[in-house]
């Protein structure tokens, strides 16, 4: 896929259960464009490298497990996830895991794994535009994006969400353990070396908490009429 480095482009970063996913689906569906989901690279990477025998401290075999991966992404209706295919195999479900996503996490403070994948995020930048979810979009992958939203919410808040996901998707599990395992994520992520999780100098930081996700939608369409 050939990039087109004058199409427009929406960056929404932030923290993991902020409705990141969500928003920017539904951002792509009403513009038209294309979406990028970042956070899936580095979860597949994470996968593709445990089903390969790759240690995720063998930082050249990540650096090839992330180089050679084969990943599509479909869309779905909104609210559901984007479909994520990995060798053709629909792998959604797998790499949602809270286990897939700590280890995706360990994965990516990893700066080798980072450059290996930063060439192919680029290469989802085509017309009519793309809508970019991550961690770093605006301040490393796109940093001249037109229009930066960070997208956050407390970490309790955050929580709850993904308890009541998991619940309704029959998972048994502990909010005061979901609790933990979020604020731990945020911690390495804000610390971590390699592109740490911040909002960018530019960007219009909306927080979720207590809003419903058609008022977070009308904000980030008011910051995508700037595009």
């Given at each position: 896929?050939?990039?087109?480095?004058?199409?427009?482009?929406?960056?929404?970063?932030?923290?993991?259960?902020?409705?990141?996913?969500?928003?920017?689906?539904?951002?792509?569906?009403?513009?038209?464009?294309?979406?990028?989901?970042?956070?899936?690279?580095y979860?597949?990477?994470a996968?593709?490298?445990?089903?390969?025998?790759?240690?995720?401290?063998?930082?050249?075999?990540?650096?090839?497990?992330?180089?050679?991966?084969?990943?599509?992404?479909?869309?779905?209706?909104?609210?559901?996830?984007?479909?994520?295919?990995?060798?053709?195999?629909?792998?959604?479900?797998?790499?949602?895991?809270?286990?897939?996503g700590?280890?995706?996490?360990?994965?990516?403070?990893?700066q080798?794994?980072?450059?290996?994948?930063?060439?192919?995020?680029?290469?989802?930048?085509?017309?009519?535009?793309?809508?970019?979810?991550?961690?770093?979009?605006?301040?490393?992958?796109?940093?001249?994006?037109?229009?930066?939203?960070?997208?956050?919410?407390?970490?309790?808040?955050?929580?709850?969400?993904?308890?009541?996901?998991?619940?309704?998707?029959?998972?048994?599990?502990?909010?005061?353990?979901?609790?933990?395992?979020?604020?731990?994520?945020?911690?390495?992520?804000?610390?971590?070396?390699?592109?740490?999780?911040?909002?960018?100098?530019?960007?219009?930081?909306?927080?979720?908490?207590?809003?419903?996700?058609?008022?977070?939608?009308?904000?980030?369409?008011?910051?995508?009429?700037?595009?």
């Open positions: 896929m050939m990039s087109d480095n004058k199409a427009p482009v929406i960056t929404v970063d932030g923290p993991g259960g902020a409705g990141k996913g969500t928003i920017t689906q539904m951002l792509a569906q009403k513009l038209g464009w294309s979406l990028l989901d970042s956070g899936a690279l979860r597949l990477t996968l593709a490298a445990e089903r390969q025998g790759v240690s995720l401290e063998d930082d050249a075999g990540l650096v090839e497990v992330a180089s050679s991966l084969d990943v599509a992404f479909e869309p779905t209706p909104v609210g559901e996830p984007v479909r994520v295919l990995l060798a053709g195999e629909d792998v959604t479900a797998e790499i949602r895991t809270e286990s897939c700590n280890n995706a996490s360990r994965v990516a403070v990893k080798p794994v980072r450059d290996a994948l930063l060439q192919r995020q680029r290469d989802f930048r085509k017309n009519p535009g793309l809508v970019a979810d991550g961690r770093d979009m605006g301040t490393v992958v796109f940093p001249d994006a037109p229009v930066k939203i960070f997208l956050t919410a407390s970490a309790e808040e955050r929580a709850r969400r993904r308890f009541n996901q998991l619940k309704e998707a029959g998972v048994d599990v502990n909010i005061d353990a979901l609790l933990e395992e979020i604020r731990a994520r945020d911690e390495r992520d804000m610390n971590r070396s390699a592109a740490p999780l911040k909002p960018a100098d530019d960007a219009q930081v909306i927080d979720s908490t207590g809003l419903s996700i058609e008022e977070v939608l009308d904000r980030c369409m008011a910051a995508a009429g700037q595009a």
